[in-house]
Structure formats: structure tokens, C-alpha cells
């Protein structure tokens, strides 16, 4: 070994390492210094969004006690004589023979046709009951909903009476001859 001596000159690996650790410090710092700038501005926001959450809630809150306080009585208060109407309009229809022979048919009973107009009626009936008493009220209640329900099935049983008086077109007819013309 002919004199070698251990110089101190920096090896690549000790560059690196020494970079990287510059890096490394200069990032943390960096990091942080955007962290503590962020800080307050993320604050800021954080406050903004959570009083526009609150006046959003408390928005729709009056907005649920206008709709069941004012706007679901004063509706119920109009459809009651509706849903008074659609009682009288089923329990005076007379239904054809032919729906009546219909429904027979399917049920087995001859009295099902006029059960089926009673039954519309007394719903429609119970409807304007609600209704009438809905429109009374209020106070806070969750039976708005209910009183619709009951409206929209009065309607719909006196659409289904109105639809099976209505005549039907056999699809299973053969079609009449026309009358054969020469073309001159």
C-alpha cells in the first residue's frame, strides 16, 4: 500500500444526501409557511359556509312551516268542494250495462259494479271531510300528505268510473266491407 491517504473530498452519495436534506428542510419550511398563510383564510371560509348553512336551514324550516301552516290549508280549503263534487258526480253516474257486465264478469258478482261506485263515493266523501277539516287547522300537522293521498285516490276512483263508462272499441272485429267503386 503505497501511502494511500483518505482524502476529504465529499463522495457522490454524500452530495446527494446532503441535497437532499436541503431539500427536505426547505420543503418543511415552505409547507409551513403556506400552511400559516392558509390558516387564516381557511378559517374565514370555514365561518362563511357555516353561516350560509345556517341561514339556508333556517330558510327551509320557514319554508316548512309556511307550507303546512298556510299553503296546505288554504289548498285543502279549495279542494274540499272538489272532492264534494266528485262525490255527488259518482254516486248519481249511471254505469252502462255493458261495464256492468263487465265487471260482473271479472268479479262473479252482479253487485260489484254498484260497490265499486259506493266505495268511490264514500272515499270521495271521506276526502272532503279531511279537507274541510285540514283546511281548519293551523297548526303544525302531518296529515297534509294524507288528505292529498285521499284526494288523489277519490280522483283517480272517479276517473276509473268515468273510464269504464266510456264505449269500447272491439279490437277483435272483423272490419265491414266497403263498397267496391271502379276506377274509371
Excluded: C
Excluded at 1 to 6: I, P
Excluded at 34 to 42: F, G, I, Q, T, Y
Excluded at 57 to 62: H, K, R
Excluded at 106 to 133: F, I, M, P
Amino acid at each position: 500500500m503505497l501511502g494511500r491517504s483518505k482524502s476529504k473530498t465529499p463522495t457522490l452519495t454524500d452530495t446527494v444526501s446532503d441535497a437532499a436534506e436541503h431539500v427536505r428542510h426547505w420543503a418543511e419550511d415552505v409547507w409551513q409557511d403556506s400552511a400559516d398563510r392558509a390558516a387564516p383564510v381557511v378559517d374565514a371560509a370555514s365561518k362563511k359556509i357555516s353561516e350560509a348553512a345556517h341561514k339556508v336551514g333556517d330558510a327551509a324550516n320557514n319554508f316548512q312551516h309556511k307550507v303546512q301552516d298556510d299553503y296546505i290549508p288554504a289548498a285543502a280549503g279549495q279542494l274540499a268542494p272538489v272532492a264534494a263534487g266528485s262525490a255527488k258526480a259518482i254516486k248519481t253516474a249511471d254505469l252502462p250495462d255493458f261495464v256492468n257486465d263487465s265487471i260482473t264478469r271479472v268479479t262473479g258478482n252482479k253487485k260489484s259494479g254498484r260497490r265499486l261506485q259506493k266505495a268511490a263515493s264514500k272515499w270521495a266523501k271521506d276526502a272532503e271531510k279531511q279537507l274541510k277539516k285540514q283546511s281548519k287547522k293551523n297548526k303544525k300537522s302531518g296529515r297534509g300528505l294524507l288528505v292529498v293521498g285521499i284526494t288523489v285516490a277519490a280522483a283517480g276512483a272517479a276517473y276509473a268510473v268515468w273510464r269504464l263508462s266510456q264505449p269500447v272499441e272491439d279490437p277483435w272485429t272483423n272490419p265491414t266491407p266497403q263498397p267496391l267503386t271502379s276506377a274509371e
